[in-house]
């Protein structure tokens, strides 16, 4: 038999995360969406929920119970919240686990601790590149070996770059095709220029240009094994397919209760066919946009080859969090497109997910 119904543990996950989405990051949303910054205090209640640390090996300070599944929940209710924020409190995960899935022993021992120490640190990973044929399994930057090192040369972008990181997550091709390599963020040659986009205004995201950037060969992910290039793609899409659900919800639910207030000729225009309709419609496309995020992510906690999954739960996922956060902004009518309502900023953090790469892992 086929149960959708989380566990107990996860329903209370996901009620905790539901409150402090509610509670904490909506409340935020729009003052980070104009300022450009998030709160350290704000990271700082993240961290003591343990939304990565608790995933993340007890060898190392964790709390062993990583679960793609869990993850996903977790990324759709911060996401309700807020997309930049939701993308801010799990940035430990692009580093974190990438190292604990693939990385050394050496890696692990050195990197790992500090996500589960008393203090948020943030992780980055440099997987989007500005080229019209981009290609994540294929790489345009390159790493040269070149005796003990390797050499990284090459471009990025849409690179969280929150301050408080050392280390950022660079896929790259080298002589055995897509790897990963742990790269410091204040390596010479490494230049960055600040990103000024459409959506994600409140997560400080970056165009990194490596310049013959020379790093110890030990700081291959992996060192000399497979990096797993592929696995952080399809985690990465499985968690954006999360959050691109969560913010599909969060506008369908704007939509919908305006839509019992708003009155026109006497009565609550949700009672107009057009609008019922179209809020129906909408319930229909996050449901099942949030079915395949499930499976994949299930597939994921089975060992299960995922890649077609992934990359189905989010196309879809991605064109649904669009098409949902535009029709709010239609059925809020004027008061959809002026900024003291949320579903304008809902709009143009959907319209993101087109050109997002792993801004999450699961």
Not at 3 to 24: K, M
Not at 207 to 230: H, N
């Amino acid at each position: 038999m086929i149960d959708f119904e989380p566990s107990e543990e996860q329903q209370l996950i996901v009620e905790t995360v539901r409150q402090f989405a509610a509670n904490e990051v909506r409340s935020l949303a729009r003052d980070c969406d104009e300022s450009g910054k998030i709160p350290d205090s704000l990271l700082a209640q993240a961290h003591e929920l343990g939304l990565t640390a608790n995933a993340l090996p007890e060898a190392y300070g964790g709390g062993g119970e990583r679960s793609a599944v869990t993850q996903a929940l977790i990324a759709e209710e911060l996401a309700w919240g807020d997309l930049s924020l939701a993308v801010a409190l799990l940035s430990p995960t692009l580093l974190a686990f990438p190292v604990a899935d693939q990385g050394s022993e050496a890696q692990k021992s050195e990197l790992l601790g500090q996500f589960a120490g008393a203090h948020f640190v943030p992780g980055s990973i440099a997987l989007v590149e500005p080229r019209y044929d981009f290609d994540p399994f294929k790489p345009h930057c390159q790493a040269r070996r070149d005796g003990d090192s390797y050499v990284l040369s090459g471009e990025k972008c849409f690179v969280p770059w929150q301050d408080g990181g050392a280390t950022t997550l660079v896929t790259a091709s080298d002589e055995a095709g897509a790897a990963a390599f742990l790269v410091p963020r204040n390596a010479d040659g490494l230049e960055i220029e600040r990103e000024a986009n459409m959506g994600l205004r409140g997560l400080p995201t970056v165009e990194l240009e490596l310049r013959d950037v020379r790093i110890p060969a030990s700081s291959r992910l992996g060192g000399g094994a497979e990096s797993g290039v592929r696995s952080i793609i399809n985690r990465g899409r499985v968690g954006l397919s999360a959050m691109a659900v969560g913010v599909a919800r969060a506008a369908f639910e704007i939509a919908r209760d305006y839509a019992k207030q708003r009155e026109a000729f006497g009565v609550p225009i949700a009672t107009k066919q057009a609008i019922a309709f179209k809020l129906a419609d909408m319930a229909i496309e996050i449901d099942g946009a949030r079915l395949l995020a499930w499976e994949a992510a299930w597939r994921l906690d089975q060992g299960a080859e995922v890649t077609r999954e992934a990359t189905l739960a989010y196309q879809r996922a991605s064109q649904v969090a669009l098409t949902v956060a535009d029709g709010a902004v239609q059925v809020l009518g004027g008061h959809g497109y002026i900024r003291d309502y949320l579903p304008e900023m809902h709009l143009r953090n959907a319209r993101g997910f087109a050109n997002f790469e792993a801004l999450t892992l699961v």
